[in-house]
């Protein structure tokens, strides 16, 4: 972090400002409805200021804080995807025998505040929405417009789990900006690391000094001891081949009796991507429309098939969400699907934890005397 | 009468050691029916069982409305008759060659002299039997699923 | 933003012929065929722009406005350069009914080509066997029209074809055609008993169990219902085939076809992309599991 500069809290409020002066639509983190939730700045006055986040499975509540920290929360119930692959969107409209494309006008959006976890989930959407053989278009332009000022953790909540996924606490490529705030009684500060040029530019119109080597220290250590004090983590172990190995495990029963189906881990969770169509016409049917929106796996009708669907039962959806998240994400896109952010737990009515479905998963495999062979099928 | 290399090949005889399969040779014969020749009809006393080598024969069996209703065809490498070996020892169906058959005929009455007298022997061959009324079992379940019915008549 | 994802945004510009992956490309009606009483076979023409060619194996997404979109195997002549396409479907749905209802004229959506192909070309100098149950002869019938179009790159073709009755056998003609050939060994089989029909009565696997093979030297195309294609791969495999030589054609739902709505996963594979062909040593552990 050599050449680090540190900003105040009137700089950071200084560097929305001039965000929305180049022309960016600034999302950040706001309180509205008892939750932080993302939405559109108008100003540093709209951050979170002094307000924390109590996150166990099954609950989210807001709590006020000793200091005035902006980034002292977590695993809300938005993630960033919301902006960059939306819930709803038009595709394309047809009239007569023509097919126009929806053109969304173009619009940079800059995300301020933005985990580890959610960094690397930004990334694998990049990987799985714009790396394939036929990226989708409007994704892509909207990442490409983005301007991202990441926050380090340094005070992770219940239900993170980001160290053992290896996504975080430190932010890892992928911003222009990364800061990481420390508050105490002196001082309200934000060390900035610069990740691009974009970054550097926009940094040298704010007010700001270096940093110096003892604050350079002090934040890269709050945010390493974050490592130790996450909530909860998942087993370390190679998790595509448990899940791999599990397909007739006891435990999707287990799961069954507990889990709703409602799909908001799905909703919640930032790098869930599964879309849907659907169709309209006006009344006269010369006018016809497409549009895309969120999916999700738990529905009973994601896998609709001759009629009727091929998972029927709970415990094979839940099967599927937790199988693809974990495991067949890496054979389909390279990587894990889950960034350890721990929304899918917090937001979960029931309380089910992947980390601990995950750790009985093992458990089961072990007493079954399975998996002691290796794999039968190809990798 | 065939020699044995006639009858190797076929699931009924692959369990039988060369002597047992010559025993059986003894009571087999090639025979020939000309297109339309009835080979049984339904309800009659069953004897005789024959492996296919070359054409098609029907299974049938009268449905008044609808008339004779092939059920199943067996062609080549297809064994004919099993209702010989259990009681009722009738045949449930009516087989009649569509077009020129040649067959191995065995003589069920010499096979089951020599199963009764020598279990050794009439062990493998049950077995086989029963492969081949496996197979068909399964085929004829895998049409009671109706596979290729449209998702619409259900 | 960095500069790897720049040129993925303008890659995806120009990909899709400068449009969006998921804007359909008009194509007119220019034939109709009813294969039975609810197969259609549509000969489809751009009215512009047309798509990358075909090959068999590979499946279309067929748009009508209004009504929806889904995922249609190629059906037709792999070596027609013209920028046709042929597409067999079967109205067993709202969209697949709005798609058999049109008629010469007409202008629907199609995006493609997407998926595995058949792999012809992997199978020269050996023997092909083809099964098909049902509709799947449809898929399958690329494959005979491409290797009978290079008859001599292959050794013996034989197609086995089940229907549930001689009124539901697409394709007819050519299948008689097919079986005058002396190079082409076709058996026909019908699952229920029908009045005026000669031919075989039984499971497509029973004249499949009765085929003499050399089974190093054959590759198996399958295609046809999940439960025929798994029946039909244990008797191949029973008959000495290797799983890695049988190749089946896998269906699950599709929104997108193009690897972005994560639909059609099977496991490990995303059908969309890592199929709709899949080799049996890949997809038979797959298929063995219950609601996967």
């Not at chain 1, 595709?91 to 959006?109: K, T, Y």
């Not at chain 2, 090639?30 to 069982?49: H, M, N, W, Y």
């Not at chain 3, 350069?81 to 007409?106: E, F, K, M, Q, Y």
Request: glycine share 12%; charged share 20%; with cysteine.
């Amino acid at each position: 972090m050599t050449g680090a500069a540190v900003l105040s809290r009137a700089g950071l409020d200084e560097l929305i400002a001039a965000l929305i002066a180049e022309g960016y639509r600034v999302i950040g983190p706001t309180v509205r409805d008892d939750a932080i939730v993302l939405a559109e700045l108008g100003s540093g006055a709209q951050l979170p200021s002094g307000w924390g986040v109590d996150s166990a499975p099954g609950r989210y509540r807001l709590r006020r804080r000793a200091d005035e920290a902006v980034f002292g929360h977590s695993a809300g119930s938005q993630s960033w995807k919301e902006f960059l692959h939306p819930s709803q969107q038009l595709l394309w409209s047809a009239d007569g025998d023509g097919f126009s494309p929806a053109r969304d006008e173009p619009v940079r959006i800059a995300f301020l505040g933005v985990r580890a976890c959610d960094l690397a989930a930004i990334a694998k959407l990049g990987v799985v929405l714009g790396g394939g053989a036929h990226p989708d278009a409007a994704f892509a332009r909207r990442r490409a417009g983005l301007f991202v000022v990441a926050a380090g953790c340094t005070e992770p909540g219940g239900v993170c789990f980001c160290a053992s996924m290896g996504t975080g606490p430190r932010p890892g490529p992928g911003y222009d900006l990364a800061l990481t705030e420390r508050t105490d009684a002196q001082d309200h500060r934000f060390v900035v690391d610069v990740g691009s040029p974009a970054g550097e530019r926009v940094l040298s119109g704010l007010t700001r000094r270096s940093a110096n080597g003892a604050e350079i220290d002090d934040a890269r250590g709050a945010v390493e001891d974050a490592a130790a004090q996450m909530g909860r983590e998942m087993p370390a172990i190679d998790l595509r081949q448990l899940l791999a190995d599990s397909r007739e495990s006891p435990l999707w029963a287990n799961v069954a009796d507990r889990c709703l189906a409602c799909g908001n881990c799905t909703m919640v969770c930032p790098t869930c991507f599964c879309t849907t169509t659907q169709d309209s016409t006006d009344l006269t049917g010369e006018h016809a429309e497409r549009s895309q929106h969120w999916a999700s796996c738990f529905d009973v009708d994601f896998s609709y098939l001759h009629g009727g669907s091929v998972r029927v039962s709970g415990a094979s959806r839940y099967r599927q969400w937790i199988t693809h998240k974990l495991s067949t994400w890496h054979d389909q896109f390279g990587s894990s699907g889950c960034v350890g952010c721990g929304r899918c737990i917090a937001w979960c009515p029931v309380g089910i934890d992947i980390t601990a479905e995950a750790r009985r998963l093992a458990e089961l495999r072990e007493a079954s005397g399975a998996g002691e062979e290796g794999p039968d099928e190809q990798s | 009468m065939s020699s044995p290399d006639e009858l190797a090949g076929s699931a009924l005889f692959d369990r039988l050691t060369a002597a047992q399969l010559a025993a059986v040779t003894e009571a087999v014969r090639e025979v020939t029916f000309a297109p339309g020749t009835r080979l049984f009809d339904e309800g009659q006393i069953a004897a005789g069982c024959w492996l296919i080598r070359d054409g098609q024969v029907a299974l049938e069996t009268a449905i008044p409305g609808r008339g004779l209703v092939v059920v199943q065809t067996l062609g080549p490498g297809d064994v004919l008759g099993w209702s010989w070996l259990v009681p009722p020892h009738r045949w449930h169906f009516s087989a009649t060659a569509t077009g020129a058959v040649r067959a191995l005929q065995l003589e069920t009455s010499q096979l089951l002299a020599l199963a009764d007298a020598d279990p050794a022997l009439g062990y493998p061959l049950a077995l086989g039997l029963f492969e081949v009324l496996l197979a068909r079992l399964q085929s004829t379940r895998s049409r009671l699923l109706d596979l290729y019915g449209s998702p619409r008549e259900r | 933003m960095s500069a790897d994802i720049q040129s993925t945004a303008a890659a995806a510009v120009e990909h899709d012929g400068g449009g969006e992956t998921m804007l359909p490309v008009p194509h007119r009606v220019t034939g109709r065929r009813e294969e039975s009483h609810d197969c259609v076979t549509l000969r489809l023409e751009p009215c512009g722009r047309a798509l990358p060619p075909f090959a068999p194996g590979q499946f279309a997404m067929l748009a009508r406005p209004g009504v929806g979109e889904i995922a249609i195997s190629i059906s037709g002549d792999p070596s027609a350069r013209d920028g046709s396409l042929t597409n067999t479907i079967r109205d067993v749905g709202a969209v697949s009914r709005a798609l058999c209802r049109t008629r010469p004229g007409h202008v629907i959506g199609v995006r493609g080509p997407y998926g595995t192909s058949w792999g012809l070309d992997t199978a020269v100098g050996r023997d092909l066997v083809i099964v098909a149950g049902g509709v799947g002869l449809a898929p399958v019938r690329p494959i005979l029209l491409g290797a009978l179009a290079a008859r001599d790159a292959y050794r013996r073709i034989v197609l086995v074809a089940g229907a549930r009755s001689p009124a539901e056998l697409l394709f007819r003609d050519q299948l008689a055609d097919w079986a005058a050939r002396p190079d082409v060994a076709v058996e026909l089989t019908i699952d229920q008993p029908a009045a005026g029909w000669d031919g075989a009565v039984g499971f497509v696997t029973e004249p499949l169990a009765q085929l003499r093979l050399a089974p190093a030297q054959t590759v198996a195309f399958v295609c046809g219902p999940e439960p025929m294609m798994r029946f039909s791969a244990s008797v191949l495999l029973s008959k000495g085939m290797a799983a890695g030589d049988i190749r089946v054609s896998l269906e699950r739902n599709m929104k997108c076809g193009a690897g972005l709505c994560g639909h059609c996963q099977l496991g490990p594979l995303l059908l969309c992309r890592d199929g709709p062909v899949v080799d049996y040593a890949r997809a038979q552990a797959l298929l063995d599991v219950r609601e996967l």
